[in-house]
């Protein structure tokens, strides 16, 4: 196969797998259908049963439900106002499930879960290709699909797994295109991978092409910089100019028309400034979102420490990360010779990982779902692992790794119910049974010990499918322990308060950033009072004429508005219902609804 370092001339020789067999071609499509057919139940089987959870689901739902209300699918809004947090293309992607499919929990996450099976499957392709190797390619989905942080990410409806499913495919590509042995398939890789750079920047912004051009750039400087140029085809050269003319058609428009639309105004300070007042779309989409997050905390206010990333990388990665150093150093096998030759792939997979994480643990936003994009490198350099541990089980010492794994589950067979008395003892669960959460800690401890008793008797590989299958029955606790654990969102209030509804009253959410999903499952918008939350105020001073009716700006403005004669339904959090009552005092609120964190109140 082709590598950079033989100055991309391809080898004369049929590549061969690591058992000795030419490339076989057989099983793709089956493997393909397998693992999309087990992604779909694991991925989308139980994601009715959960509500959505505030504050990410309910807005990421709320934006693409106005674009089909209102037909707007240029400026993203959120209860009316522009949100110019992000790029629309997963808000369209959302969209469009919506009117496809209507309103709801499964419709809602179709998008986000698909990308997450895409992820897996574009995975299991480059592991296979790279690898000559089936067994790798499915170990590689197998632990990719299982890792908890990914899988969760692929319940959650945010923009972080399509960034993710795209950055990775666009990495993935860069490599296959390094790999390729004809000019062609070399080029159409990197073709590819602009395509998938654009999608990147149009789920997230300027990192879908920042993150691969360094990782591009740390390779060839490992590599040896020069050697890749030396015999670069015109072909290469053409490949490229045709993908960045298709990187300039799928991500200029967008950009261009959502700044024509929102202009600076008379008051804006000029791009370098801090102040946010009278600034435009360009201002707040590259300035404020792309470079003052990143090196400013008090703009981000989502500072952490350091060893942030490590910490959510570890616990991420699990079930996986037990093994996550044997795997590195499987790959750093023969040294930095080999690493830089014939194994260079291994060393483009580790770039990948470190970069990423170096460069989100530098920034001063730092949010736990910022670091799946690591997961498809780390999950082919684990699969090539678990490959060579199959492929001579006792010599490469399969069987202590599945007893490593049988004691890891005993010992965590604790955890559920462990959790389950902690969250009840704190009121935090929401209709709460303990039923799911022993389920779960049988599961566990029992397919431990099966999978213990298949090791000891000298059956590690049955051991091991154990182990998968097993992670993978641990996932499907998800969603139920969901429904109990999260934080109870607007939906089933919404039910009690349309039923209440009898003369369209006005309906105002005290603390708006805790009740993001009313909006959508109400289908209107809705009052908010104190002031918008502090990622829509932006938006909100740029068109706070239009809004002034909506918003409240003040708690004088909010006791005369409680106080004003006419009935009007409150959405409020449980712990600020003292607060609401003491702004309407004299007057007597109503109580009609209250889950674990929200209630619903009424002022006659």
Same mark, same amino acid.
């Given at each position: 196969?082709?590598?950079?370092?033989?100055?991309?001339?391809? =080898?004369?020789?049929?590549?061969?797998?690591?058992?000795?067999?030419?490339?076989?071609?057989?099983?793709?499509?089956?493997?393909?259908?397998?693992?999309?057919?087990?992604?779909?139940?694991?991925?989308?089987?139980?994601?009715?049963?959960?509500?959505?959870?505030?504050?990410?689901?309910?807005?990421?739902?709320?934006?693409?439900?106005?674009?089909?209300?209102?037909?707007? $699918?240029?400026?993203?809004?959120?209860? @009316?106002?522009?949100?110019?947090?992000?790029?629309?293309?997963?808000? $369209?992607? #959302?969209?469009?499930?919506?009117? %496809?499919?209507?309103?709801?929990?499964? /419709?809602?996450?179709?998008?986000?879960?698909?990308?997450?099976?895409?992820?897996?499957?574009?995975?299991?392709?480059?592991?296979?290709?790279?690898?000559?190797?089936?067994?790798?390619?499915?170990?590689?989905?197998?632990?990719?699909?299982?890792?908890?942080?990914?899988?969760?990410?692929? &319940?959650?409806?945010?923009?972080?797994?399509? *960034?993710?499913?795209? *950055?990775?495919?666009?990495?993935?590509?860069?490599?296959?295109?390094?790999?390729?042995?004809?000019?062609?398939?070399?080029?159409?890789?990197?073709?590819?991978?602009?395509?998938?750079?654009?999608?990147?920047?149009?789920?997230?912004?300027?990192?879908?092409?920042?993150?691969?051009?360094?990782?591009?750039?740390?390779?060839?400087?490992?590599?040896?910089?020069?050697?890749?140029?030396?015999?670069?085809?015109?072909?290469?050269?053409? $490949?490229?100019?045709?993908?960045?003319?298709?990187?300039?058609?799928?991500?200029?428009?967008?950009?261009?028309?959502?700044?024509? %639309?929102?202009?600076?105004?008379?008051?804006?300070?000029?791009?370098? /400034?801090?102040?946010?007042?009278? =600034?435009?779309?360009?201002?707040?989409?590259?300035?404020?979102?792309?470079?003052?997050?990143?090196?400013?905390? #008090?703009?981000?206010?989502?500072? =952490?420490?350091?060893?942030?990333?490590?910490?959510?990388?570890?616990?991420?990665?699990?079930?996986?990360?037990?093994?996550? $150093?044997?795997?590195?150093?499987?790959?750093?096998?023969?040294?930095?010779?080999?690493?830089?030759?014939?194994?260079?792939?291994?060393?483009?997979?580790?770039? +990948?990982?470190?970069?990423?994480?170096?460069?989100?643990?530098?920034?001063?936003?730092?949010?736990?779902?910022?670091?799946?994009?690591?997961?498809?490198?780390?999950?082919?350099?684990?699969?090539?692992?678990?490959?060579?541990? +199959?492929?001579?089980?006792?010599?490469?010492?399969?069987?202590?790794?599945?007893?490593?794994?049988?004691?890891?589950?005993?010992?965590?067979?604790?955890?559920?119910?462990?959790?389950?008395?902690?969250?009840? /003892?704190?009121?935090?669960?929401?209709?709460?049974?303990? @039923?799911?959460?022993?389920?779960?800690?049988?599961?566990?401890?029992?397919?431990?010990?099966?999978?213990?008793?298949?090791?000891?008797?000298?059956?590690?590989?049955?051991?091991?499918?154990?182990?998968?299958?097993?992670?993978?029955?641990?996932?499907?606790?998800?969603?139920?322990?969901?429904? #109990?654990? #999260?934080? %109870?969102?607007?939906?089933?209030?919404?039910?009690?308060?349309?039923?209440?509804?009898?003369?369209?009253?006005?309906?105002?959410?005290?603390?708006?950033?805790?009740? =993001?999903?009313?909006?959508?499952?109400?289908?209107?918008?809705?009052?908010?009072?104190?002031?918008?939350?502090?990622? &829509?105020?932006?938006?909100?001073?740029?068109?706070?004429?239009?809004?002034?009716?909506?918003?409240?700006?003040?708690?004088? @403005?909010?006791?005369?508005?409680?106080?004003?004669?006419?009935?009007?339904?409150?959405?409020?959090?449980?712990?600020?219902?003292?607060?609401?009552?003491?702004?309407?005092?004299?007057?007597?609120?109503?109580?009609?609804?209250?889950?674990?964190?929200?209630?619903?109140? /009424?002022?006659?």
């Amino acid at each position: 196969m082709y590598n950079p370092t033989s100055n991309f001339a391809p =080898q004369k020789n049929r590549p061969i797998e690591p058992s000795g067999k030419p490339f076989n071609k057989r099983g793709w499509l089956s493997d393909m259908l397998l693992i999309a057919f087990g992604c779909v139940v694991l991925y989308l089987g139980l994601t009715w049963l959960r509500p959505l959870a505030n504050p990410d689901e309910g807005r990421y739902s709320e934006i693409p439900y106005e674009m089909v209300q209102s037909g707007d $699918w240029i400026t993203p809004r959120l209860n @009316g106002v522009p949100y110019f947090y992000k790029p629309p293309l997963f808000y $369209w992607m #959302q969209a469009t499930s919506i009117e %496809a499919f209507g309103l709801g929990r499964v /419709s809602l996450r179709l998008a986000n879960s698909l990308m997450a099976i895409f992820a897996v499957l574009f995975t299991y392709a480059a592991a296979r290709i790279l690898y000559n190797s089936r067994r790798t390619a499915l170990f590689s989905a197998a632990v990719l699909s299982t890792s908890v942080l990914f899988f969760a990410m692929g &319940q959650i409806i945010t923009l972080d797994m399509t *960034l993710s499913a795209f *950055l990775s495919a666009a990495l993935f590509s860069i490599l296959l295109g390094f790999e390729a042995d004809s000019k062609r398939s070399r080029g159409l890789w990197f073709l590819a991978a602009f395509v998938f750079m654009a999608l990147s920047l149009m789920t997230k912004g300027l990192i879908g092409v920042l993150i691969p051009g360094a990782v591009v750039f740390l390779y060839w400087l490992a590599t040896g910089f020069m050697r890749p140029f030396r015999k670069i085809a015109w072909s290469d050269v053409a $490949w490229c100019l045709l993908g960045i003319a298709v990187f300039a058609a799928i991500t200029v428009p967008w950009h261009v028309m959502a700044s024509a %639309a929102n202009p600076p105004l008379d008051t804006a300070e000029g791009l370098m /400034s801090k102040n946010p007042q009278g =600034q435009g779309f360009f201002w707040y989409y590259f300035i404020h979102e792309h470079f003052l997050r990143y090196i400013d905390a #008090q703009t981000s206010m989502r500072a =952490q420490p350091w060893y942030f990333f490590i910490v959510c990388l570890l616990a991420g990665f699990m079930p996986w990360t037990l093994i996550l $150093w044997q795997s590195l150093s499987s790959a750093a096998s023969g040294g930095w010779r080999n690493m830089r030759g014939g194994n260079a792939k291994a060393l483009y997979l580790c770039i +990948w990982a470190a970069f990423v994480l170096l460069f989100f643990s530098i920034s001063k936003s730092k949010l736990v779902p910022y670091i799946v994009p690591i997961f498809p490198a780390l999950a082919v350099l684990v699969g090539a692992y678990l490959s060579k541990l +199959w492929k001579d089980p006792v010599r490469s010492k399969l069987k202590p790794t599945v007893l490593l794994y049988a004691a890891f589950g005993v010992v965590f067979s604790v955890v559920p119910p462990a959790a389950y008395y902690i969250l009840l /003892s704190k009121g935090k669960l929401e209709e709460p049974s303990a @039923g799911i959460f022993w389920a779960v800690s049988a599961v566990v401890l029992i397919s431990s010990v099966v999978a213990g008793i298949f090791a000891v008797r000298g059956r590690p590989k049955a051991g091991l499918i154990t182990v998968i299958s097993a992670a993978a029955i641990f996932l499907l606790a998800f969603n139920p322990i969901g429904a #109990q654990a #999260q934080r %109870a969102g607007c939906e089933e209030l919404v039910g009690v308060l349309k039923n209440l509804r009898t003369n369209n009253e006005l309906v105002c959410a005290y603390g708006y950033g805790d009740a =993001q999903d009313l909006p959508l499952w109400l289908g209107e918008l809705v009052m908010v009072a104190v002031q918008p939350p502090v990622e &829509q105020r932006f938006g909100f001073f740029r068109e706070e004429e239009r809004h002034k009716d909506r918003y409240i700006n003040s708690y004088e @403005g909010f006791s005369a508005f409680l106080k004003s004669g006419k009935k009007i339904f409150i959405v409020c959090r449980v712990k600020d219902i003292p607060v609401v009552e003491t702004f309407a005092s004299p007057l007597k609120l109503k109580e009609h609804y209250r889950n674990s964190r929200m209630a619903l109140l /009424s002022t006659k």
